[in-house]
């Protein structure tokens, strides 16, 4: 018996879970803040009974700029603070790949593609949000039904919809999901 496929929110980490470094890597644990409004925007997901799937590019690790160890920690710590708020994330998916033509490193959809896969995921019906174009890019290559730009600026985008920051994306998702 197959279970029924279900939505998902998927998130990129540095810039929307995360406080984005600029250029460069989240290389240690005191670098990881969790972004105001994040939490909401899991809330938000849940509320509406579907789960949260954090996907991210960290070639950082296969450079050898960011220690693996500490990756682990960062999402220990993500995960933690979410479970002090009652809330769980679904996954967390990491492509350490350097190369551009992996399937898995973004914009190509395999980490996407893969947690469908794993979870009985309804890509068509799930959401993708992140702060870059390349996001955005990944959940229209991943065939998502609706795309968020967390940026404030005004430069063209093939998003959805834009917001400016994450508590305008909890916001966003309670009115649209």
């Given at each position: 018996?197959?279970?029924?496929?279900?939505?998902?929110?998927?998130?990129d980490?540095?810039?929307?879970?995360?406080r984005s470094p600029?250029?460069g890597y989240v290389?240690?644990l005191?670098d990881?803040?969790?972004l105001?409004?994040?939490?909401?925007?899991?809330?938000?997901?849940?509320?509406?009974?579907?789960?949260?799937?954090v996907?991210t590019?960290?070639?950082g690790?296969e450079r050898?700029?960011?220690?693996?160890?500490?990756?682990?920690?960062m999402h220990?710590?993500l995960?933690?603070?979410?479970?002090?708020e009652?809330?769980e994330?679904?996954?967390?998916?990491?492509?350490?790949?350097?190369?551009?033509?992996?399937?898995?490193?973004?914009?190509n959809?395999?980490?996407l593609?893969?947690?469908?896969?794993?979870?009985h995921?309804d890509?068509?019906?799930?959401?993708?949000?992140?702060?870059r174009e390349?996001d955005?890019?990944?959940?229209?290559?991943?065939?998502?039904a609706a795309?968020?730009?967390v940026e404030?600026?005004?430069t063209?985008?093939a998003?959805t919809y834009?917001?400016?920051?994450?508590?305008?994306?909890?916001?966003?998702?309670?009115?649209?999901?």
């Open positions: 018996m197959n279970p029924a496929l279900r939505p998902c929110v998927f998130f980490r540095d810039g929307v879970v995360n600029g250029p290389n240690h005191d990881f803040h969790i105001p409004g994040f939490a909401d925007c899991v809330r938000a997901a849940a509320e509406k009974g579907i789960p949260s799937v996907v590019n960290q070639r690790i050898g700029i960011t220690p693996p160890g500490q990756l682990d920690a220990r710590r995960r933690g603070e979410l479970a002090r009652g809330l994330l679904l996954d967390i998916l990491v492509c350490t790949a350097d190369d551009n033509a992996h399937p898995d490193r973004k914009p959809p395999g980490m593609r893969t947690a469908a896969k794993r979870h995921l890509l068509s019906r799930s959401w993708m949000i992140g702060d390349s955005v890019q990944t959940g229209l290559n991943a065939g998502v795309t968020v730009l404030d600026g005004t063209p985008s998003a834009r917001v400016p920051d994450m508590p305008a994306c909890a916001a966003l998702l309670r009115q649209k999901l």
